[in-house]
């Protein structure tokens, strides 16, 4: 729902939802129609010049088809992943093993990315720390800040963006 709020609200959208209890719910989007369309140039490449090899990297996001696609991308990018789809589960992983990079997602049940942050900044071994969420724009700079991450990534979001976010940190290892 975030993720929807999120293409919804940068595309000038609205989104109500309506819910009663024992009839169900409601949800209506409404985007602008625009009469002139921009055509987008697309790079021939699809991949960064260089690309980080090697890195420990732990993913967490309850959407288990995110975790599915950036566990394929980045064993095909040479790097080791383990992704899981709850905060509780990361953080015991966090305490086992050390990881180079760890990307969260904070809206989760019960343990949220924000929790399991606060955790990973606590470790002998800091790892590097990306946020994906599909609702930055409920957060100020101060809250994004406060979480002492090292990039944030609005969702959706593409896979050649989210490498060279990780190429930036690890200076393409």
Known sequence: ??????????????????????KGTTLTMSLPIKNEIK????????????????LSILVI????????????FFLREGHMVKAVSNGAEAIELAKREDFDLVICDLTMPDVTGHDVIKVLNELDKVPK?????GSIDDYSSTEVNALKADFIINKPFRLFELANKINVLFDGK
Do not use: F, W
């Open 61 to 72: 996001d309850e959407e288990e088809e995110i975790c599915n696609i950036l566990d394929r």
């Open 129 to 133: 720390i990306g946020i994906s969420t």
């Open 1 to 22: 729902m975030g993720v929807a709020y999120s293409i919804v609200k940068r595309h000038g959208g609205m989104m109500e939802v309506e819910s009663e209890e024992g």
């Open 39 to 54: 055509q987008q140039k697309l790079s021939s490449r699809s991949t960064p010049d260089k690309i980080a090899k090697g």
